[in-house]
């Protein structure tokens, strides 16, 4: 019998009323949505049910939004008794793999994506970075190009390692806009511009990194109950310290996702299991291995659906 990994989404994901159908028929899931409102002290189910997509949308509240509402969708698998081999989450989604995993309560987990977000929003000037994403393009060529127009003083990097063919850029507007050039030049298939709100996973996160370290100081960090696998090095991580010093490093540092996933199937993982709004890592995980099953939980219905496929493959 194969392993089982719960893998959780990043920013981008969110829409409004996201969790709400399982807010409203599981009280487990409620009480999540709940929790959060009291730790921020606001409202943030209301932003989630019926909030605007731009306000949704915006990182301080995307952050703390998709993490509730992927562990509150968590609730149910759990109360099946579905229990993962390992956890991993892109990015943002990586805490709540941490909080799957036992490392940190959720309560805390909230207010520290919630505390992520507003770190990330300050550390480089509205309109002074972007990402991209470069489409066909060999992972080692890209860096290459990203090195060569960073020593040329545009800085710019790998952020996210998708999937094949699929790479993200981060850095300075002029950065990511010379190393586009160049990769278009040298047969990249296509170059898309993100709509983001700064230049995450690059160096220039690196003030917001020193900040949120104060943050995680104050939290309680538990070893994982689960292993975890670390978007910064792509390897299962346990210990409390090295989590810590992980999450730190995360803001600033690639999510080697791609590498992640080869890991947990390297591991005995063959169903991997997606919680959260949206079906963009179940698809860049059939891009990365055709041969896995994967499952995407993100209501009651699609929540059951999954328990009643993993009763019968797994009895």
């Known amino acids: 019998m194969g392993k089982i990994a719960f893998v959780f989404p990043g920013q981008g994901s969110q829409k409004v009323g996201m969790?709400?159908?399982?807010?409203?028929t599981n009280e487990?899931?409620?009480?999540?949505?709940?929790e959060a409102d009291k730790r921020l002290e606001q409202s943030l189910s209301a932003l989630i049910f019926e909030g605007s997509q731009e306000e949704l949308t915006?990182?301080?509240?995307?952050?703390?939004?998709?993490?509730?509402?992927?562990?509150?969708?968590?609730?149910?698998?759990?109360?099946?008794?579905?229990?993962?081999?390992?956890?991993?989450?892109?990015?943002?989604?990586?805490?709540?793999?941490?909080?799957?995993?036992?490392?940190?309560?959720?309560?805390?987990?909230?207010?520290?994506?919630?505390?992520?977000?507003?770190?990330?929003?300050?550390?480089v000037p509205n309109?002074?970075?972007?990402?991209?994403?470069?489409?066909?393009?060999?992972?080692?060529?890209?860096?290459?190009?990203t090195e060569s127009?960073?020593?040329?003083?545009?800085?710019?990097?790998?952020?996210?390692?998708?999937?094949?063919g699929q790479i993200v850029i981060s850095g300075t507007v002029q950065g990511v806009?010379?190393?586009?050039?160049?990769?278009?030049?040298?047969?990249?298939?296509?170059?898309?511009?993100?709509?983001v709100s700064g230049p995450f996973h690059s160096e220039l996160m690196k003030p917001a990194a020193e900040k949120f370290a104060t943050v995680l100081k104050d939290i309680e960090i538990k070893n994982a109950q689960i292993p975890v696998i670390a978007n910064v090095t792509a390897a299962p991580i346990e210990a409390r310290e090295d989590i810590e010093q992980k999450l730190i490093e995360q803001l600033y540092s690639p999510v080697l996702w791609e590498d992640s996933i080869e890991k947990m199937i390297e591991l005995g993982v063959d169903t991997f299991i997606e919680i959260g709004p949206g079906k963009v890592l179940s698809g860049l995980?059939?891009?990365?291995?055709?041969?896995?099953?994967?499952?995407s939980v993100q209501d009651p219905e699609s929540c059951q659906q999954t328990i009643d496929a993993l009763k019968e493959n797994y009895s």
């Open 19 to 24: 969790g709400q159908a399982i807010a409203e």
């Open 28 to 34: 487990s899931a409620k009480a999540i949505f709940d």
């Open 58 to 123: 915006k990182t301080t509240n995307a952050q703390p939004a998709l993490l509730t509402t992927a562990v509150a969708l968590l609730q149910g698998l759990q109360e099946a008794g579905i229990k993962p081999d390992y956890t991993a989450g892109h990015s943002l989604g990586e805490y709540t793999a941490l909080v799957a995993s036992g490392v940190m309560t959720f309560s805390d987990a909230v207010y520290a994506v919630r505390k992520r977000g507003e770190f990330m929003e300050e550390a």
């Open 127 to 145: 309109g002074e970075g972007t990402m991209a994403a470069i489409l066909g393009f060999d992972r080692e060529q890209l860096m290459e190009v």
């Open 149 to 164: 127009v960073t020593q040329a003083g545009n800085s710019v990097q790998l952020a996210n390692l998708n999937c094949p």
């Open 177 to 195: 806009e010379n190393a586009s050039a160049l990769a278009k030049e040298q047969g990249a298939k296509r170059v898309l511009p993100l709509q």
């Open 285 to 295: 995980i059939r891009k990365i291995n055709r041969d896995v099953k994967t499952f």
